[in-house]
T-cell receptor, first 112, second 117 residues
Framework: DQQVKQNSPSLSVQEGRISILNCDYTNSMFDYFLWYKKYPAEGPTFLIS?????DKNEDGRFTVFLNKSAKHLSLHIVPSQPGDSAVYFCAASPNTGNQFYFGTGTSLTVIP | GAVVSQHPSWVICKSGTSVKIECRSL??????MFWYRQFPKQSLMLMAT?????????EQGVEKDKFLINHASLTLSTLTVTSAHPEDSSFYIC?????????????FGPGTRLTVL
């Protein structure tokens, strides 16, 4: 049972434009959400997180939005750069420290 | 940032043999380590959570006798795939969390590609 879903397996964006990656979840117990970036044959690298008490968190070019009522979060990258090309996973946790549940990933390609 | 290593990075074995994968936190003490499995084009599936000095907690559907986890020290956890079969072929990733870190201070290893012939 996939509790965290990323319905777009791939996304292509022109350099300089905005990239929007979406993620939906089903478990209302999730209260902490994260985005990870992953290159082939490497482990995921933490990108940005958001707690359920917030609806927005911004870090440089990356902003995560959380809509709890819709059980939806999104990652905005602006402006997009070719080095952002990677697979992005969203993850959710039902508590403050333990297991993550990952989405299936979205492969982002930023075209120069 | 913190570094987590895995060894080996790639292993090929015959069906029926056992394979051990090591996960080490190189510059911090990891009170908790996690093991994930990733199938091609699928998400990372949490297999088990291990705390140093205690038995691992396995996720539903993961056979604990098949995937033996030992968290013997604060810097080392091992995953042993016993009597491996071709369906066990996958990408195995560990992550480590320090005792003082929050959810987002979970650091991932580079992964181990297991191919069972």
């Amino acid at each position: 049972d996939q509790q965290v879903k990323q319905n777009s397996p791939s996304l292509s964006v022109q350099e300089g434009r905005i990239s929007i990656l979406n993620c939906d979840y089903t478990n209302s117990m999730f209260d902490y959400f994260l985005w990870y970036k992953k290159y082939p044959a490497e482990g995921p690298t933490f990108l940005i997180s958001i707690s359920s008490i917030k609806d927005k968190n911004e870090d440089g070019r990356f902003t995560v939005f959380l809509n709890k009522s819709a059980k939806h979060l999104s990652l905005h990258i602006v402006p997009s750069q070719p080095g952002d090309s990677a697979v992005y996973f969203c993850a959710a946790s039902p508590n403050t420290g333990n297991q993550f549940y990952f989405g299936t990933g979205t492969s982002l390609t930023v075209i120069p | 940032g913190a570094v987590v290593s895995q060894h080996p990075s790639w292993v090929i074995c015959k069906s029926g043999t056992s394979v051990k994968i090591e996960c080490r936190s190189l510059d911090f003490q990891a009170t908790t380590m996690f093991w994930y499995r990733q199938f091609p084009k699928q998400s990372l599936m949490l297999m088990a959570t291990s705390n140093e000095g205690s038995k691992a907690t396995y996720e539903q559907g993961v056979e604990k006798d098949k995937f033996l986890i030992n968290h013997a020290s604060l810097t080392l956890s091992t995953l042993t795939v016993t009597s491996a079969h071709p369906e066990d072929s996958s990408f195995y990733i560990c992550s480590a969390r320090s005792g003082t870190g929050g959810v987002d201070t979970q650091y991932f290893g580079p992964g181990t590609r297991l191919t069972v012939l």
